[in-house]
């Protein structure tokens, strides 16, 4: 059963914002390809920051997390069609997806970047991009930023259904480097030991995004508020902090 928007209407409106009394079923969509944000166990179940993230809001909004297993290009086909409630895998707020879906407010915010094997022509800079094959991600910002910035500069923009699948043609040489999230970049692949002999190319890019979000239908408003208000009070008493400690060094909240 979804979250009936009427019961979270009638709360919010009873409550000045408090959370739906009812339990209900939140289904969130997931790629569990993109560790430490989204990976799948051992046990088939779903772990990382976005799992626990929207876990933690489930329980204060007083509803139950169902994580349905997808592609990440096709979470907004899924969420339109009623498949999904909301999408919590690491998607970026950009203009393009707020003209499709409404977000929730911020949960985190990366700089992206380029990695290669140390040695490669890439490790010269951006400025040796043309005429080599890079690998995103498909359905991604990514992806998008690659194909409007770089495809024009002669660069071979290759697009995968996940991220793991980049990683692998990054290391048996089919790719010459791969654009991703500089944390999902760093911790689920830089630090292991696949990773070996690869590093950051370049400076951190920026690429208009608005930080990471919470992805719903666009009639979903009390929804939402309610979703805003479990972020804002994660934030203020500390359990944000708590669940990023488990994964980070550093605030991932960003600026």
């Known amino acids: 059963m979804k979250i009936s928007l009427m019961i979270l209407s009638a709360a919010l409106a009873f409550s000045g914002g408090a959370f739906a009394a009812d339990s209900t079923t939140l289904r969130l969509g997931i790629d569990p390809t993109y560790p430490p944000m989204d990976s799948k166990a051992p046990d088939g179940g779903f772990r990382g920051f976005d799992v626990d993230l929207g876990n933690e809001i489930c329980q204060r909004i007083h509803a139950r997390c169902q994580w349905v297993e997808l592609e990440f290009s096709g979470m907004i086909p899924a969420l339109q069609a009623r498949k999904i409630d909301a999408i919590l895998s690491s998607m970026a707020i950009t203009e393009k997806r707020e003209q499709q879906i409404l977000f929730s407010s911020k949960l ?54 996940s991220q793991e699948e980049v990683f692998a043609d990054l290391e048996n040489g089919r790719l010459d480097g791969a654009l991703l999230g500089s944390v999902e970049a760093d911790y689920g692949f830089l630090r ?59 605030d991932p909240y960003g600026n």
Do not use: C
Request: charged share 20%.
């Open 108 to 161: 985190f915010q990366f700089k992206s970047r380029l990695i290669a094997r140390q040695g490669s022509a890439l490790a010269g800079g951006l400025n040796a991009l043309a005429g080599k094959a890079i690998g995103v991600q498909s359905g991604t910002q990514f992806e998008g930023y690659a194909l409007k910035n770089w495809a024009p500069l002669g660069v071979h923009v290759v697009a995968y259904k």
């Open 192 to 250: 292991t030991p696949a990773a070996k002999g690869f590093a950051f190319v370049g400076e951190p890019l920026s690429m208009g995004d608005r930080g990471v979000g919470i992805g719903l239908r666009k009639d979903e408003t009390a929804v939402q508020a309610s979703i805003n208000e479990a972020i804002a009070s994660m934030r203020k008493d500390g359990t944000y902090a708590q669940i990023a400690k488990k994964y980070f060094d550093f």
